[in-house]
């Protein structure tokens, strides 16, 4: 059984820039969520999609988008990067359709905005 | 955004001594879920809690779902350096959709 699995490991950009995150999620699982984690704090939800729609949002602009593929794979778009952009993106997925599973998540992707 | 009230922030222990923390909220919750975060990695799931008052372990680890579905708490017996790392509680309101987290809890273990 394959884990959750994230692309870039680490990434520096440039305020106003756009960034792209990738992440497949386990085997057999169909529902992606996003999560932003800040330093020495607990991860903060993004938003969750599920079969391709996003079902979910917590308190974050609109320049965070996403989308979700077929195969459950799934992207985090940021535009207009701020410094307070800079943090740890996971990625967790869950098997239950709506998320009521257990979320597994990645290693996280390392994101710093100068 | 909202975060759950994990306490306490850090613990420094021996090794072979058990381990207590604890999480709360103002909020009912359905699901709690504690979470355990090495360095430079995501977090992994150690315990999922589904029931108020269900008591659950995995191996030395023991999590309890408060019966006022409010809080939890988990312990660790007989620390071990391993378990050094950071400890997450998060909590679902329903059965499905987003984890609210907490600060979590950093421990240290010395030899």
């Known amino acids: 059984e394959t884990g959750v699995t994230q692309s870039p490991t680490h990434l520096i950009k440039t305020r106003g820039q756009q960034v792209t995150l990738r992440c497949s999620s386990q085997s057999g699982h169909n529902t992606v969520s996003w999560y932003q984690q800040a330093l020495g704090q607990g991860p903060q939800f993004i938003f969750q999609y599920y079969r391709e729609e996003e079902n979910g949002r917590g308190n974050f602009p609109p320049r965070f988008s996403g989308l979700q593929f077929p195969n459950y794979s799934s992207e985090l778009n940021v535009n207009a990067l701020e410094l307070d952009d800079s943090a740890l993106y996971l990625c967790?997925?869950?098997?239950?359709?709506?998320?009521?599973?257990?979320?597994?998540f990645g290693p996280g992707t390392r994101l710093t905005v100068t | 955004g909202q975060q759950l009230n994990q306490s306490p922030q850090s613990m420094f222990i021996q090794e072979g001594e058990d381990v207590s923390m604890n999480c709360t909220s103002s909020?009912?919750?359905?699901?709690w879920l504690w979470y355990k975060q090495d360095p430079g990695e995501g977090p992994v799931l150690l315990i999922a809690?589904?029931?108020?008052?269900e008591l659950t372990s995995n191996g030395r680890l023991t999590a309890q779902f408060g019966i006022t579905r409010k809080d939890s708490f988990l312990n660790i017996s007989a620390s071990i350096p391993s378990d050094v790392g950071i400890y997450f509680c998060a909590g679902r309101r329903g059965d499905w959709g987003n984890l609210i987290f907490g600060k979590g809890t950093k421990l240290s273990v010395k030899p």
């Open positions: 909020s009912i919750f359905n699901t």
């Open positions: 809690l589904y029931k108020a008052g």
């Open positions: 967790a997925s869950s098997g239950a359709g709506t998320g009521g599973d257990e979320q597994y």
